[in-house]
Structures are given as C-alpha cells and as structure tokens.
Nanobody
C-alpha cells in the first residue's frame, strides 16, 4: 500500500495556472501507474490524466494542450500542470496509483484525499 498526499490546490483566476503535486510514501518507480482524477459536486469522479510506470503519459482529449501529467520517480512525486484554466476545471482533484495497468476507479489500488481547485474571478 502507498499513501498518497495531494497538494497545490486553491483559488485561481480563469486563464491562470496551477500545479498539483502528489507525494507518495514510498517508491512508485516501475510499479505504479498513476492517475489524476477530478470530482465535482453531484458528479462521478472522472479520469483527467494518467502516466504509466514507464512514463508514458496521456491526458483526456478535452484537456489536451492545457493539462500535463508528469512524474519524478526519484522523488516519488506525480504532478498535474494546469494551464489556461477555466471555471469548469474546478473540482476536487485526486491522485491515485495502481498496478493493474488500467485507470478505471476500481482498478486503482491507492487514493489520496484530494485537493480542491476553484477557478473563479
């Protein structure tokens, strides 16, 4: 089991940038696929971006060009860079890790508690 702690959320104006961080309690190198998920009130949690243990990254189509996921295995960290944010990007962002190779919620083994992002002027 890995403990995951997100940070970096907060209030940001539309058009601004934010970088979310996820700190893992132990090494995730070569083991865990990592993902960022977003949940808004009344909605299901949705996958935002994922990155494999080998570093292959993917972002949902509607976020491409604005969001980037990366990982630093030496520091046991995963990041979500959010640029040109929009009000609809608001929500609670969760970091998750899994070994199954899939990013469905039930396929992820460990979850952080989330960090709240609010995009508003």
């Amino acid at each position: 089991q890995v403990q995951l702690v997100e940070s970096g959320g907060g209030l940001v104006q539309p058009g601004g940038s934010l970088r979310l961080s996820c700190a893992a309690s132990r090494s995730i190198a070569g083991i865990y696929n990592m993902g960022w998920y977003r949940q808004t009130p009344g909605s299901n949690r949705e996958l935002v971006a994922g990155i494999t243990s080998g570093g292959t990254a993917a972002v949902q189509d509607w976020l491409k060009g604005r969001f980037t996921i990366s990982r630093d295995n030496a520091k046991n960290m995963v990041y979500l860079q959010m640029n040109n944010v929009k009000p609809e990007d608001s929500g609670t962002y969760y970091c998750a890790g899994g070994q199954s190779g899939r990013y469905a919620e039930d396929a992820m083994d460990d979850w952080g508690k989330g960090t709240l992002v609010t995009v508003s002027s």
